[in-house]
């Protein structure tokens, strides 16, 4: 059974930081590009970061400089440093694991991140 459990959301204030992880289970997790996701209220989910099983990174232009995506694959956890916090990056936030190679991909149930201004 393929499990990815995110942890590490909460309430902070603007200018303030967060991390948030995401524990891999039942996948073979260092062939998986890893990924953040975030849905805010009357938004559509969209893409804040993901990093492939090579380690090559991709951020949404609105998190560039402020977030850092990392993995580390004796965990099979990949983490987001969240830095510079803003209200506008209030969200659930979603951790996702895809394997083109295996074409299946999963989500995680989300953790919520609230930035007060």
């Known amino acids: 059974q393929v499990q990815l459990v995110e942890s590490g959301g909460g309430l902070v204030q603007a200018g303030g930081s967060l991390r948030l992880s995401c524990a891999a289970s039942?996948?073979?997790?260092?062939?998986?590009?890893m990924g953040w996701y975030r849905q805010a209220p009357g938004k559509q989910r969209e893409l804040v970061a993901t990093?492939?099983?090579?380690?090559?990174?991709n951020y949404a232009d609105s998190v560039k400089g402020r977030f850092t995506i990392s993995r580390d694959n004796a965990k099979n956890t990949v983490y987001l440093e969240m830095n510079s916090l803003k209200p506008e990056d209030t969200a659930v936030y979603y951790c996702?694991?895809?394997?083109?190679?295996?074409?299946?991909?999963?989500w995680g149930q989300g953790t919520q991140v609230t930035v007060s201004s």
């Open positions: 996702n694991a895809e394997s083109e190679r295996l074409g299946t991909e999963y």
């Open positions: 039942g996948i073979r997790f260092m062939i998986y590009t």
């Open positions: 990093i492939s099983s090579y380690d090559y990174t």
